[in-house]
């Protein structure tokens, strides 16, 4: 299926862009991605910059400046952000446009960055592209490289913790822990939540995840960064309502060394919490 083609009866883009998460779930690839491009008229990215630069089809590359707009969450900016290297390695030069707490994680690998905002001019560039169209542009079929974040381990060994997303999500009363849980992983181990750590940006929370030895976090961004640095990450999953990137709740194909963890029934965290609590008090007594 080329780029911009559909199956026939997907009229709607929401029908076209839901179409597509169901097909990368189940690792169709093929189909996926240029379905995933919906998302744009399905209202589920607004990308779209203000320039007279083309957007990147697939062209050469060798010599040319391309912008990566970042779109969607801050999990969605990691977890596409792997890439990035393939895209380079055609020959690109990248400056990677995004919000402010993303820029040091980039420039931290060696990219050049700019804030992506609506009243900040567009860099100078032969091509702009959206994050999550790079699989489909660099005719990604399976999943690649997790680890990309190879920063350096820390000394500090611990457990980190974070039981809430952002509570904006449209998913969030699905997926963060309510209050008795969340009291109960905390006690767990450290809040990696930027208002009790008082990190500035997502550089700063991957200095302290470097510090630790395990991550347990609901399905949020930071849950991403941990994984795509390689931590040993457990990732808390809700019944209904899953990303299409946790596949069936078991394993993920885009972090393989990621342990998912998922409810048994909507709305019942209280088993999660349960295990979680007996296998750390467990590594604690080895």
């Known amino acids: 299926m080329t ?8 009229d709607s883009a929401r029908a076209r862009y839901s179409a597509g998460l169901q097909a990368l779930r189940l690792g169709r690839f093929e189909e996926g991605w240029p379905l995933h491009e919906a998302r744009y008229d399905a209202g589920v990215a607004i990308v779209r910059p203000t320039t007279a630069a083309p957007e990147w089809m697939g062209e050469d590359l060798d010599g ?3 912008a990566v707009c ?6 969605d900016h990691l977890m596409f952000g792997r890439f990035l290297g393939p895209l380079r390695s055609r020959g690109a030069d990248i400056v990677v446009l995004c919000h402010p707490k993303m820029a040091r994680i980039f420039e931290r690998i060696g990219y050049r960055t700019r804030i992506f905002a609506a009243e900040r001019p567009f860099p100078p560039c032969d091509y702009w592209v959206a994050i999550g169209s790079l699989p489909l ?3 990604v079929l399976a999943p690649t490289e997790a680890v990309y974040l190879p920063f350096a381990r820390g000394r500090g060994g611990g457990v980190g913790v974070v039981p809430t997303g952002n509570p904006a999500h449209p998913n969030d009363a699905q997926r963060s822990l309510p209050d008795g849980e969340a009291g109960r992983l905390l006690r767990l181990g ?5 208002e009790s750590t008082g990190c500035y940006d997502f550089s700063d929370t991957a200095d302290v995840i470097a510090d630790l030895d395990l991550i347990v976090s609901v399905d949020t961004s930071v849950a991403h960064l941990a994984a795509s ?11 209904n309502g899953m990303d299409w990137r946790w596949a069936d709740g078991v394993a993920s194909p885009w972090y393989p060394k990621a342990r998912l963890l998922r409810q048994t029934k909507p709305g019942e965290w209280s088993k999660v919490i349960d295990q979680v609590e007996a296998e750390i ?5 080895r």
């Open 190 to 194: 450290r809040d990696l939540r930027p």
């Open 70 to 75: 970042t779109e969607q969450g801050f999990g």
């Open 137 to 139: 542009r660099l005719g």
């Open 64 to 66: 040319k400046t391309v």
């Open 229 to 239: 640095m390689g931590k040993p990450t457990w990732i808390l999953l809700p019944f």
């Open 3 to 10: 780029d911009g083609q559909h199956p026939p009866g997907l």
């Open 281 to 285: 008090t467990g590594l604690a007594t």
